[in-house]
């Protein structure tokens, strides 16, 4: 193929210009503004997990403790009606024995569920707390994420900038190109990853190789207007005055 060599030049500009809006794909794709939002977000799902638990934490409690006190107080109704038939007299002495007994017994009983009943009501109030931090975390969180949305957000606008002008200097330096060496840098773009590149001292500054002294003599000797490739890596190499 043959193209003026200030064509030739004008490629390696828009190699540069494609490099630059690959860099900018690929900062899109791993915004540092967006793993931040993404790790905040996941934050706040654990907190609101954790806050669902611990609610449901508290509801056992509740009905826990509901079923303590309902049991606490038939212990004590049965002992009081036990004192109350001691106290109005008249029992055989086996059946003041045995309720005397029975009202041991009960004084035990309720003994234990009353300590069981403050045990439960002090796990309730820490679960009551954790539910309570659990909302501040979320709140704090919500904050948190609005902010770091609006960071994401500004750095997409950005980003977004820059491929805009990026692309419209490429359609610029573009311009006026013959269609048919346009589409042979595509090809050698799609192919080597690099569309054209500067043959400096010998060496393909796309691939780095230094290429056989053959080579360099053949491309000194290449007509100007011959389009060549670099043997290692097929990109279109561009000759200057110190190839
Ligand atoms: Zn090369």
Do not use: W
Not at 54 to 60: G, L, M, T, Y
Not at 95 to 100: F, G, I, K, N, S
Not at 106 to 131: F, I, K, N, P, Q
């Amino acid at each position: 193929m043959k193209a003026a060599p200030t064509d030739q030049r004008r490629l390696v500009d828009i190699a540069e210009l494609d490099r630059r809006l690959g860099g900018l794909a690929h900062r899109r794709e791993s915004l540092p503004e967006q793993a931040a939002l993404d790790q905040l977000v996941a934050e706040r799902r654990a907190a609101v997990e954790s806050a669902a638990r611990a609610r449901i934490h508290v509801e056992d409690l509740d009905r826990a403790i509901a079923k303590l006190r309902s049991d606490l107080d038939a212990v004590r109704r049965r002992r009081q009606n036990d004192a109350g038939l001691v106290a109005g007299g008249g029992l055989s002495d086996r059946q003041a024995t045995e309720l005397e007994y029975e009202l041991r017994s009960l004084a035990r009983r309720e003994e234990s569920l009353e300590d069981e009943l403050a045990e439960l009501t002090e796990r309730h109030e820490a679960v009551d707390a954790d539910v309570r931090h659990s909302g501040a975390v979320i709140t704090d969180l919500d904050a948190r994420i609005g902010m770091a949305a609006t960071v994401r957000d500004t750095a997409l606008a950005d980003l977004e900038d820059a491929v805009t002008e990026t692309t419209a200097e490429r359609a610029r330096e573009a311009e006026g190109l013959p269609t048919e060496l346009l589409e042979f840098y595509s090809r050698c773009a799609e192919e080597a990853g690099v569309g054209a590149a500067i043959l400096g001292g010998g060496r393909c500054s796309a691939c780095a190789m230094d290429l056989s002294r053959s080579a360099v003599a053949a491309f000194r000797s290449a007509p100007q207007d011959d389009v060549l490739t670099c043997p290692e890596c097929g990109v279109i190499v561009v000759r200057t005055d110190n190839s």
